[in-house]
Nanobody, 117 residues
């Protein structure tokens, strides 16, 4: 079982930056596809960024060019650097791990990001 804990959320002004971190436990981190999702209350959870086991990245159109996802296989962590934040970025951000060959998914409990003036 993979345990996931997100951190780094908080209040930030529009145009500001924030860095989220996802810490995992387990011995299979290097085999996991990692992703950051976000969810606004009453709306469907959506993918923001994803990073493969070899470091390839994908971003939603809404965050592309502003967010950067990265992973550190030595530390079993994945970060999300968020720049030029907008009010529409306000959401609970969730870290997800995906074990491709089994289809298993593991979710953190989320961290709240509020972008407001």
């Amino acid at each position: 079982q993979v345990q996931i804990v997100e951190s780094g959320g908080g209040l930030v002004q529009p145009g500001g930056s924030l860095r989220l971190s996802c810490a995992t436990s387990g011995s299979i981190f290097s085999l996991l596809i990692m992703a950051w999702y976000r969810q606004v209350p009453g709306k469907q959870r959506e993918l923001a960024a994803r990073i493969s086991i070899d470091g390839r990245t994908n971003y939603s159109d809404s965050v592309k060019g502003r967010f950067t996802i990265s992973r550190d296989n030595a530390k079993n962590t994945v970060d999300l650097q968020m720049n030029n934040l907008k009010p529409d970025d306000t959401a609970v951000y969730y870290c997800k791990a995906f074990l491709a060959h089994s289809g298993s998914e593991y979710w953190g409990k989320g961290t709240l990001v509020t972008v407001s003036s």
